[in-house]
């Protein structure tokens, strides 16, 4: 069982920059990818960028390619989400998440944390 905690959310204005991290509690938590998902006021859910369990690999959805950068450190048991010229469209609930097996986003995930605020103003 892996259990995640976020943290780093807040407010900020467009244009600039938050740094998410996620840590994880468990022995597996080297052994599966991680990713972060977000989930905006009377929308769905949706994903934002995954990792492989090695970090040899990301990947990014098309809204946030070239701003968005996932990193973890199986060391410490952390995954991070480095979030640059943010815009107001960015605000929502994120959430750190663990899936067993490779990375993908047509499949449910496993491991989920309890989400963090980030709000983007205009």
């Known amino acids: 069982q892996v259990q995640l905690v976020e943290s780093g959310g807040g407010l900020v204005q467009a244009g600039g920059s938050l740094r998410l991290s996620c840590a994880a509690s468990?022995?597996?938590?080297?052994?599966?990818?991680m990713g972060w998902f977000r989930q905006a006021p009377g929308k769905e859910r949706e994903f934002v960028a995954g990792i492989t369990w090695s970090g040899t690999a990301t990947y990014n959805a098309d809204s946030v390619k070239g701003r968005f950068t996932i990193s973890r450190d199986n060391g410490k048991n952390t995954v991070d989400l480095q979030m640059n010229r943010l815009k107001p469209d960015d605000t929502g609930v994120y959430y750190c998440?663990?899936?067993?097996?490779?990375?993908?986003?047509?499949?449910?995930?496993?491991?989920w944390g309890q989400g963090t605020q980030v709000t983007v103003s205009s």
């Open positions: 468990g022995r597996t938590f080297s052994s599966i990818a």
């Open positions: 998440a663990g899936r067993r097996g490779i990375l993908t986003t047509g499949r449910p995930w496993d491991y």
